[in-house]
């Protein structure tokens, strides 16, 4: 793969990261402030973190396939 791919693919996958730290963020901030207990915040946490791991993956692989295929 050429390297300008892996420079768009490693710059998209930088920012989706962003979005999901951001997600994380207000999910917290809201969670917190509804007065959840500090085990329901990590597991909601831990469970949104591998929602988006998963999507960011996917999305991923397919901006990858997509520049390989229009390359």
Request: no cysteine; proline share 0%; net charge neutral.
């Given at each position: 793969m050429s390297d300008r791919i892996?420079?768009?693919v490693a710059t998209a996958a930088f920012m989706l990261a962003v979005l999901a730290w951001?997600?994380?963020q207000k999910a917290r901030d809201l969670l917190a402030s509804q007065g959840a207990t500090a085990e329901e915040l990590a597991r909601e946490l831990r469970t949104l973190d591998a929602e988006?791991?998963?999507r960011i993956?996917?999305?991923i692989e397919a901006l990858r396939l997509d520049l390989?295929?229009?390359r």
């Open positions: 892996e420079r768009i951001r997600e994380r988006n791991s998963a993956a996917e999305a390989v295929a229009w």
